[in-house]
Every structure is written in C-alpha cells, then in structure tokens.
C-alpha cells in the first residue's frame, strides 16, 4: 500500500478528449492518488476521454471530473499535461488550457509535463529561461519558445520563480512520478 506523503495536494491534469497517450495520463493520476493527492481531470469537454497506445491503438476510456474552462486553477497546488502527440496538438489550440498553464507558471505554482506535453507550455510561451525535456521531435519549438532542451528521463527546473518537472516518453514515468512526489512533497 502506498504511503500517503501528498494528503491535501491537489492536482489538475488537463487533457483533450481525444488522443492522450493511456499510461502519460492514468499512470501519474493513480500515483498521485494512491498518494493521498485530490486529483481532478479536466478535459476540453464533459464527453468521455478516449486514450490512446502508442498514438494509435485505443487505450482506456476515462472520465472527466470537470471541463478546463471550468477548473478553478488558482485552487491546485500542481498542473499536469499528459503528452500523446493529437492531445498535446489539440490542447494547445484550446485557450483555456493555454491560459490554466500561464496562470499556474505567473503565480509561481508547479507544472509537470511529458513527452509531447510541453507544446501547451510553447504555446502559452511561458518556457524563456527554463530548462526542460520532451519527446525530441519537441525540441525545436522548446528552443523557438527560448527555452534549453536536454535529452533525460527527468528535468526539474525551478528558475523563473516556479517549479517545471519534464519528463521524454512512457518510459520515463517512474521518474517523473517520483520527481513530482519529491517536489510536492518538498512545499511543505
């Protein structure tokens, strides 16, 4: 049984309804809640999330605790954008998510993101001076959003007054999970 470390941290994670990448999604979900974590998914629209496998074979169906447009953001200590390459596409042209990602980054509040999922974070240009990771075909546009890319399992940069932890692929989850856990954990 896991160790409840993260009992009253809140969590948003916001994706689209179509496209995530299964295991970006419902693996940090069910960690962070085994954790003691409140956990909200906010998606683009109240309609069911079907999740993807390797950006083509349909995962696990999942339901949305909330749409993004609705999500009280300033009320969660932690922001997590899932990767899976037709989620991170479409959240990045839904302003609501654009915006939940500049407020968290203004008011200094944590974001985790991976593989695909920092294209919501060049989109809300939110990346000048932070250091991070990704899927390598993101690197580009990290660098364009004057951003420093570096190819590890997991990133944790905290300049700029807020905390970004980045992750590559699937592969990388255990540790991103367990940076996320160090870093909320480390807010007292």
Known sequence: ???NTLNGRRVLAVVSNYGIEQDELVVPVQ????????????????????TLVGDKDPGKTVRPDLKIADADVSSYDLLVVPGGTINADNLRLDGDAVEAVRTFART???????????????????????????????ATDIRNAKGAWVDKA????????WD?????????????????????????
């Open 164 to 188: 970004l932890i980045t992750s590559r692929t699937p592969d990388d989850l255990d540790d991103f999970c367990r940076e996320i856990d160090a870093t909320l954990a480390a807010a007292g």
């Open 1 to 3: 049984m896991a160790e």
């Open 31 to 50: 960690h962070l809640r085994d954790r003691g974590a409140h956990v909200d998914v906010a998606a683009v629209s109240a309609e069911e999330i079907q």
């Open 108 to 138: 200094g509040k944590k974001v985790a993101a991976i593989c695909h999922g920092p294209w919501l974070l060049v989109e809300a240009g939110v990346l000048e001076g932070k250091t991070l990771t990704s899927y390598a075909s993101v």
């Open 154 to 161: 997991v990133m944790h940069c905290g300049a700029k007054d």
